[in-house]
């Protein structure tokens, strides 16, 4: 459970720094809608400028955290309530990838899948018995 857990928090790391090298295009609802690029902060950026020289890297480094986070919680305290508690902040984060859909936030989404994975890991976590459970694996 624990390497699982912990790979789950790898992922999340990669995508949120494989995500700095994506096009503004990927989160400004501006370049669907109109094909321009509305960021006073970054002049001369268009459209295909990558999000990390618009943005800067401190929106990377929190998508990180909040991605990675409630994996490592669990892989680290390896409680039921830990997973129980991962698989609310992963739903957590899709609502709100959802809610901010026309921005930079909706990177979230990728909280869906990593949900959906959390809550099989959290049954299992349920279902094995805390001692022991090496036991229940060799059978």
């Known amino acids: 459970m624990r390497v699982v857990w912990s790979l789950i928090a790898v992922l999340a790391l990669v995508y949120?720094?494989?995500?700095?090298?994506?096009?503004?295009?990927?989160?400004?609802?501006?370049?669907?809608?109109?094909?321009?690029?509305?960021?006073?902060?970054?002049?001369?950026?268009?459209?295909?400028?990558?999000?990390?020289?618009?943005?800067?890297?401190?929106?990377?480094?929190?998508?990180?955290?909040?991605?990675?986070?409630?994996a490592l919680v669990a892989a680290l305290v390896m409680r039921r309530w830990s997973s129980w508690l991962a698989v609310a902040a992963y739903g957590g984060l899709s609502f709100a990838g959802v809610a901010n859909w026309a921005g930079f936030w909706i990177l979230l989404l990728v909280a869906v899948p990593m949900a959906l994975?959390?809550?099989?890991?959290?049954?299992?976590?349920?279902?094995?018995?805390?001692?022991?459970?090496?036991?229940?694996?060799?059978?």
């Open 117 to 139: 994975v959390a809550v099989v890991l959290a049954t299992v976590h349920q279902i094995l018995p805390l001692s022991g459970s090496r036991d229940v694996l060799r059978q």
């Open 16 to 70: 949120a720094v494989t995500s700095t090298r994506e096009p503004m295009s990927t989160v400004s609802l501006g370049c669907s809608k109109t094909g321009r690029l509305d960021f006073d902060s970054a002049p001369g950026a268009d459209c295909d400028t990558p999000m990390i020289e618009v943005l800067g890297a401190w929106p990377f480094v929190v998508l990180a955290v909040l991605l990675c986070a409630p």
